[in-house]
């Protein structure tokens, strides 16, 4: 078995580090599915589209149930967030620090996820930024009492979905609705 200590001189790999901490094996497999998402974190991918902008590698050949099986082991470890859409159709991607506590926008139409807290300008902006320190304040409230019953493994996800600017305005998101 390898050392999971890099020679001297070297960086570990960030993604086998990752892997590492989470006790999962560090294939070839789940560093090329980890490494995609941690490179796009904004969007959120089905099954489907993450197998087809993956099946272009030839050296790590993913099929359908090892795709599945992989997913689930990382979210299963917190490495990935696993939603389901206003269709009822899961999307992954790469778990955000936002998403513990901080309200996110859920774009159905491109799938983008951007933090509220910055999504807006000026005065709304200011008051969001309140409201979602008041929301971080709830949740970690929320999960101490629920840690103090005995529950464990806890994440927290506020997310508002609908249709974002852009694509309203393109009018890629009616296609959404």
Do not use: N
Request: hydrophobic letters at 40%; proline letters at 4%.
């Amino acid at each position: 078995m390898a050392s999971s200590i890099p020679p001297s001189g070297f960086a570990a790999d960030p993604i086998d580090t990752l892997l590492s901490a989470h006790g999962l094996r560090r294939t070839a497999a789940a560093r090329r599915v980890l490494g995609w998402l941690l490179a796009h974190p904004d969007t959120s991918y089905t099954h489907a589209q993450l197998q087809a902008a993956l099946e272009g590698d030839a050296d790590v050949a993913l099929d359908r149930v090892t795709l599945y099986r992989l997913i689930d082991r990382l979210t299963q470890v917190g490495l990935l967030l696993c939603r389901v859409d206003a269709k009822r159709v899961r999307r992954y991607q790469a778990m955000p620090s936002s998403v513990h506590a901080i309200p996110h926008f859920e774009c159905q139409s491109c799938h983008r996820d951007s933090p509220l807290s910055g999504a807006l300008s000026g005065a709304r902006s200011g008051a969001l930024k309140a409201s979602a320190k008041d929301l971080e304040r709830a949740a970690q409230t929320a999960l101490e009492a629920l840690k103090a019953l005995g529950y464990q493994g806890m994440s927290m996800d506020f997310a508002v979905r609908g249709v974002c600017a852009d694509c309203a305005t393109s009018g890629s998101g009616a296609a959404a609705s």
